[in-house]
C-alpha cells in the first residue's frame, strides 16, 4: 500500500451532552489524493479533520492510516503517530515571532534525537521556504506579511517530509492575492511530490483545485451533485 492512504469506518464524535457532532459510516481517500472537505458554518468540518489526526480523545470507530488503526492508541501513541507522518496546517499558525523563518520552518529539527534526521529537517525547510518564495532571511517572522507568515507555517509543516499534509481554513486569514499563491504551493508540492493533502475549506479557488470535495452537512457527509461548487 503507497503511504497516505486513509480508510475510516464507523467514526463517531460526540460533544458534551452526549450530542452526535459527527457520524461517518465509511470514507476512503486514496495516496496522492487532494481533497477538500466542505459544508455549512457548525457542520463537523473541523471535528472531521481533528478526528483523522487523532487529535479527539472522544473519537470512536476505526481511522487507518496506511493500515494502522490510531483511535485505539494512547493519546501520547497519537502524539508520535502526528510528529512521524502528518503535517498540519492551521489558519492560525503559530510561528515564534522572535526568531527567523528557518528556526520555524525547522522547528521539528529540536525535537528529533538523531543528528542525520535533524539535519534532513533543516536542509527539507531551506528548500520548502525557498519554493515558497521566503528570503532565507535572519530577521524575525514578526515581521514578515500574513501571507509569508502562512507559508512559512506551510514550509514548517512539510520538513519533517510526512505521507500526509491536513490543513484547517489554510486560506482563511488571507487576502485572494496570498490564498491563490498558497493554494499554488500547496498543491503543487502535494502533486509534485505525491502527497495525500486534506484541506476543510470554504476557499472556492481551493475547493475548484483539489481532486474531490467531500461535503458535509449536519455531521454526515452527503453526496455533491458533479461539478457544483457552493
Ligand atoms: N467539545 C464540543 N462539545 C460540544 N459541541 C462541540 C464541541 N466541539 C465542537 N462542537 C460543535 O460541533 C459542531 C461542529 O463543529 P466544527 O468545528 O467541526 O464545525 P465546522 O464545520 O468546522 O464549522 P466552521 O465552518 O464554522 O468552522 C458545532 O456545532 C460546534 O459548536
Known amino acids: 500500500m503507497s503511504e497516505g492512504t486513509l ?3 464507523n467514526l463517531e464524535v460526540r460533544g ?5 457532532l459527527l457520524a461517518v459510516p465509511d470514507l476512503s481517500i486514496t495516496s496522492g489524493e487532494t481533497v477538500v472537505i466542505e459544508g455549512p458554518s457548525g457542520a463537523g468540518k473541523t471535528t472531521l479533520l481533528f478526528a483523522i489526526a487523532g487529535l479527539l480523545d472522544r473519537a470512536k470507530g476505526r481511522v487507518e492510516w496506511d493500515g494502522d488503526e490510531i483511535l485505539a492508541r494512547s493519546a501520547r501513541e497519537r502524539a508520535a503517530f502526528r510528529r512521524e507522518r502528518l503535517g498540519l496546517i492551521f489558519q492560525e499558525h503559530h510561528l515564534f515571532d522572535e526568531v527567523g523563518p528557518l528556526v520555524n520552518a ?3 529539527a529540536r525535537y528529533g534525537s538523531k543528528a542525520n534526521k535533524r539535519k534532513a529537517i533543516v ?3 531551506r528548500t520548502l521556504l525557498q519554493q515558497f518564495g521566503i528570503a532565507d532571511d535572519a530577521r524575525s517572522v514578526a515581521s514578515f ?3 509569508e507568515r502562512q507559508r512559512i507555517a506551510a514550509a514548517r509543516a512539510l520538513a ?3 505521507a500526509v499534509i491536513l490543513a484547517d481554513e489554510p486560506t482563511a486569514s488571507l487576502d485572494r492575492a496570498n490564498a491563490d499563491r498558497l493554494i499554488s504551493d500547496l498543491m503543487g508540492f502535494a502533486r509534485a511530490s505525491g502527497k495525500t493533502l486534506i484541506a476543510v475549506s470554504h476557499d472556492r479557488h481551493l475547493v475548484e483545485a483539489a481532486d474531490r470535495r467531500v461535503r458535509i452537512v449536519d455531521g454526515e457527509i452527503v453526496s455533491v451533485p458533479e461539478g457544483s461548487v457552493s
Open 16 to 20: 458534551e451532552g452526549d450530542r452526535r
Open 106 to 108: 525547522g522547528i521539528a
Open 145 to 147: 506579511s500574513g501571507g
Open 123 to 125: 536542509e527539507r525547510a
Open 160 to 162: 519533517h517530509d510526512p
Open 7 to 9: 480508510r475510516v469506518a
